[in-house]
């Protein structure tokens, strides 16, 4: 089976769903959470303005356009991103969705415990009409998927210490994948089934119809066999020294095996971290992996 750009990253979004979820899979996968713990270890100061932009790149050279993000944080508090109405550009002039920190998230997620000192920004979120669009397109629902909100989490020691850490992860814990796929092959199965016993009851135009229908069911079966058993690996970059502006750099790379070929999706998030009350000095920059 060749698939289209569409149906491509439509299992991109698959797999970055499955990989960033908002249930983090029970613990494997949680790229958004290493993210702001890595936030939170480097602010050294009260508060941390950030800015940043993510490029996608998936087999053949096919890429997203850019897009950016900003908000603050402060250090050591329990803090998570969400989407924000209010999208910002990059130094380049590029325009795309922007994520900010939201405390009240935190204090639901947290309890209250410590949540009050969280982050600042703006939180308000996306009207329904822009939300239905961005989900439209599996080209923006890629995006949408990478300002999911993730748990909140606390200041991590061991990533203040700057340097390389890379993290391996499945898209789900082995059981969870086993129950998954047999539960979409018996959901598929009884699809197929179900249709052949109509298209054989159908006149000509309905049984070329229902034919095509089965088809896509069928591909859109593999795509999500392909995307429970994707491997992802994170690669995060804190730039050495502790000070501030500071670097960092998450390189999130998706691999599955799809029509009894290897594909493979590598994303690259810059953040220019810079001093709240000197947020003009440093912009956000992007690389393509």
Known sequence: MTLNRRSKWTLA???????????????????????????????????????????VQADGGLSLPPFAFAGAARAG???????????TAASSGRVGVAAAVDPSAARAETGGAGAASGGVGDASPPPPEAA??????????LEALTAQPPAAVRWS????????????????????????????REQGQALAAALGRRQA??????AVALAA??????????????????????RLWISPGGGLPGR??????????????????????????????????TAATGSTS
């Open 132 to 141: 239905a669009l961005a989900l439209r397109d599996p080209l923006r629902q």
């Open 213 to 234: 229908l089965a088809q896509r069911s069928a591909a859109q079966l593999e795509e999500m066999l392909a995307a429970l058993d994707a491997k992802a690996t994170y």
């Open 77 to 87: 508090a329990a803090v998570t991103l969400r989407p924000s109405s209010q999208a």
């Open 13 to 55: 979004a698959l797999c970055a769903l499955a990989a960033i979820g908002p249930a983090g899979c029970a613990g494997v996968g949680r790229e958004q959470e290493t993210l702001q713990a890595a936030l939170t270890a480097l602010a050294q100061e009260p508060s941390l303005a950030f800015q940043g932009s993510v490029e």
């Open 248 to 281: 960092l750099e998450v390189t999130t790379a998706i691999s599955y095996r799809l029509s009894g070929a290897e594909h493979r999706e590598t994303s690259v998030a810059a953040y220019q971290f810079r001093r709240a009350d000197n947020a003009a000095d």
């Open 201 to 206: 009851a159908a006149g000509p135009a309905e």
């Open 157 to 184: 020691p061991e990533l203040a210490k700057g340097g390389q850490r890379v993290l391996e992860a499945e898209a789900a814990p082995e059981e969870l994948r086993r129950r998954l796929a047999l539960q979409y």
